[in-house]
Structure formats: structure tokens, C-alpha cells
């Protein structure tokens, strides 16, 4: 589903994004907002990004390798965070992957 505009009130996108998300839930389906153009604007507040034990370490050096995250600590310990560059999410790591924040 993709929805293209040029023009329109504020009020009447989100109405027609809330009333899609609800229609997704119903048919038990997630809508979520996909970057568009350059900034990605990430749209759930948060997600669970599920990553095995093993590939924990390399998905950590991809989020920063290839993703555009920066690591918000200078030294690695149970405090780690990682920023996107553009400062629209954060990703912190968890029992089960990592967790995706938006940054609102």
C-alpha cells in the first residue's frame, strides 16, 4: 500500500493513516511507515529485532558499518546505545536481539 500526496491538512492524513492501521490490525496485519527519500522516519515507537547469539557481535559492527548508527558510549560495557546518524532512532541491545527506538 502506498499513499502519495502533494497537499492535504494534517488532520486528514493521520485520519486515513489511523484508519488504515486499524483496518491492517483487523485483517492481523502491521502497517508500518517505510522510509521515504533520504530520512527515514521509522513509525512504530519501538521494535523487537530478533538476532541470534552468535550474530549478535557482527550486527552491532553492521549498525555502524552500514546502517549509519554511532555508538552513543566511547567504551563497549552493559551501557551501550547506538544513534543513528540522522538522530531519528536508537537500537539498544536486549536478551533477545536488539530493540529499535524511535526518536520522536
Same mark, same amino acid.
Given at each position: 500500500?502506498? &499513499?502519495r500526496w502533494?497537499?492535504?491538512?494534517?488532520?486528514?492524513v493521520e485520519?486515513?493513516?489511523? /484508519?488504515?492501521?486499524r483496518r491492517? +490490525?483487523?485483517a492481523g496485519?502491521l502497517l508500518?511507515?517505510?522510509?521515504?527519500?533520504?530520512?527515514p522516519?521509522?513509525f512504530?515507537p519501538?521494535?523487537?529485532?530478533?538476532v541470534p547469539?552468535? &550474530?549478535?557481535k557482527r550486527?552491532a559492527?553492521?549498525?555502524c558499518?552500514e546502517?549509519? $548508527?554511532?555508538?552513543e558510549y566511547?567504551?563497549?560495557?552493559?551501557?551501550r +546505545?547506538w544513534? /543513528?546518524?540522522?538522530?531519528?532512532a536508537f537500537?539498544?541491545?536486549n536478551?533477545?536481539? $536488539?530493540s529499535?527506538?524511535?526518536?520522536r
Amino acid at each position: 500500500l502506498g &499513499l502519495r500526496w502533494l497537499m492535504c491538512q494534517g488532520q486528514q492524513v493521520e485520519e486515513i493513516v489511523k /484508519h488504515c492501521t486499524r483496518r491492517a +490490525r483487523q485483517a492481523g496485519l502491521l502497517l508500518l511507515q517505510i522510509p521515504t527519500d533520504r530520512r527515514p522516519r521509522p513509525f512504530t515507537p519501538r521494535a523487537l529485532i530478533v538476532v541470534p547469539e552468535s &550474530l549478535r557481535k557482527r550486527a552491532a559492527e553492521a549498525l555502524c558499518e552500514e546502517i549509519g $548508527f554511532v555508538n552513543e558510549y566511547a567504551r563497549e560495557g552493559p551501557e551501550r +546505545r547506538w544513534m /543513528h546518524e540522522l538522530g531519528v532512532a536508537f537500537v539498544r541491545p536486549n536478551v533477545r536481539g $536488539f530493540s529499535w527506538l524511535a526518536n520522536r
